[in-house]
């Protein structure tokens, strides 16, 4: 049996672990499937320069909105689809390559699980390895999750791991699932040429979301998509190309194609974890202490295997804190994750932090709302934009900031001041009335929204450089005179 000072299992954030500092060491990484994880071959990456792409098909087709003239002739889609995926294979082969060519660093192909405390085995193509090491970070990740009622239709679906990669978009797309997967796919779809169908259990898309975004959103996309909310799939039949749902109040879907994006998994089960030492959660989470140790001596964990909050910029931040506590096990750091922005990449955009409303009224919590529009402020105008805001939660008095929520076009930018504040802990009159916000610049709505909140004293305002038009907002609105 082989012993690597460090084995980690996983190329996706868990190849952000192993640095140069590590170059004394005898380290292995362990990957299955692809180099870059998830993020970068069939998640993150791929799926917003194909949302980009649609961004700009969507632009032309509504170019019509501000007096130009234009007309959308195609979307090729599998040229677009290769331009992605032959950078991003590019960028996979040569993370692999990378590390092949690093003397110190041995990169074993193929499924690895425990046959011990910090021992194991490696199946490859070419036959099974057993290695041991003296430390092992746990970052293999997840899988998305596929109901039996799809699986057991012995039919062809697809997931987020392949359905970025099909050679044509299908003329109807049934997605099965209302979370921010399914939202995003539907619109690259959607805006590529398919006809789309969401079936979600739930009344309204994106649960996690605060409660006005997900009304919002939902009432938004009815006319795009053909939902079916409050209802279940309970059997799939038809054949390839011609399937056919059954709801659970007996109506049915016709579609060609089916996209499960009902949420995902970890990959605990597929390593073998009780014989290590390593506990889970009843989720199948791998548990982790503040800093990223397992119960197990010796192995942390780091990712979507274990992370209360599966985002990417968590697991990357997660290994640096494995990183640093690898190399100081005398001087340990923490992992946090109170505060972690996410966005989703539809149409509109959509980004928060921090705590929903209802969260607040689940927790007791005393609040104050704050809400603009971006049709409130001049970049607005400009946009012709009536749908998007700003909403703000914050606790009365101290003015700290609970949460934050946007949905409209930048959301996921234009939210980091309120990120930043709420990490930092700048009160929202600070934040309102400390720096500049520029005129007129789309930023406007984040300060009409927390000047919005009852805790603030109404603004000062000028003849000269603030006049209030009549209308919804309430915040500071455009300027009629600069």
Not at 27 to 47: D, H, K, M, Y
Not at 222 to 248: C, P
Not at 311 to 339: Q, Y
Not at 434 to 447: C, D, G, K, N, Q
């Amino acid at each position: 049996m082989r012993h690597h000072d460090l084995v980690v299992i996983g190329a996706g954030s868990g190849n952000v672990v192993i640095g140069d500092s590590f170059a004394d060491l005898d380290v292995a990484i362990v990957e299955e499937r692809w180099f870059g994880g998830t993020c970068l071959n069939a998640g993150c990456i791929p799926s917003k320069m194909l949302a980009y792409t649609a961004h700009v098909a969507r632009t032309v087709r509504e170019a019509g909105t501000y007096d130009v003239d234009a007309e959308l002739g195609a979307v090729r889609w599998r040229a677009m689809r290769d331009r992605v995926f032959a950078r991003l294979d590019a960028e996979r082969d040569e993370g692999r390559t990378g590390r092949e060519q690093q003397d110190w660093v041995t990169v074993y192909e193929g499924r690895a699980r425990f046959i011990g405390p910090r021992a194991l085995r490696i199946d490859q193509a070419d036959g099974a390895v057993d290695v041991s090491a003296g430390q092992i970070v746990v970052a293999a990740g997840g899988r998305p999750l596929v109901p039996g009622a799809v699986t057991d239709a012995g039919l062809p679906y697809e997931t987020s791991d392949t359905v970025m990669r099909i050679d044509a978009p299908p003329r109807h797309l049934a997605i099965l699932g209302g979370g921010y997967i399914a939202a995003e796919l539907a619109d690259v779809f959607s805006e590529t040429g398919s006809s789309v169908t969401i079936v979600e259990k739930e009344q309204l898309l994106l649960g996690p979301q605060d409660e006005t975004v997900r009304e919002r959103f939902t009432d938004l996309v009815r006319s795009r998509y053909d939902l079916r909310l409050g209802r279940e799939v309970t059997a799939v039949g038809g054949r390839a190309g011609a399937l056919r749902l059954t709801l659970d109040d007996g109506s049915t879907v016709e579609a060609d194609m089916l996209l499960v994006a009902v949420g995902r998994v970890p990959n605990s089960d597929r390593l073998n974890l009780e014989v290590a030492g390593i506990a889970t959660h009843d989720d199948g989470r791998v548990i982790v202490d503040r800093h990223q140790r397992t119960t197990a001596e010796g192995v942390f964990a780091l990712g979507d295997i274990c992370s209360p909050v599966p985002l990417k910029h968590v697991a990357n931040r997660e290994a640096e804190v494995v990183a640093h506590n690898l190399r100081n096990p005398d001087d340990l750091i923490a992992a946090d994750h109170g505060l972690v922005p996410a966005a989703v990449f539809t149409r509109p955009q959509i980004a928060s932090v921090g705590a929903t409303e209802q969260e607040c009224r689940d927790r007791g919590l005393d609040y104050r709302v704050g809400m603009a529009g971006y049709g409130d402020v001049a970049y607005g105008w400009a946009m012709e934009d009536t749908t998007g805001f700003c909403k703000v939660l914050a606790e009365p008095g101290t003015g700290r900031l609970l949460g934050a929520h946007l949905m409209g076009e930048q959301a996921p930018t234009l939210i980091q001041p309120l990120v930043l504040a709420a990490t930092l802990g700048i009160d929202a009159t600070t934040l309102a009335k400390s720096p500049y916000w520029i005129h007129p610049a789309l930023t406007e709505v984040m300060e009409n929204a927390l000047l919005d909140l009852v805790l603030l004293a109404p603004p000062t305002t000028t003849a000269v450089d603030r006049a209030r038009p009549a209308g919804p907002g309430r915040g500071r609105a455009a300027p009629t005179g600069c």
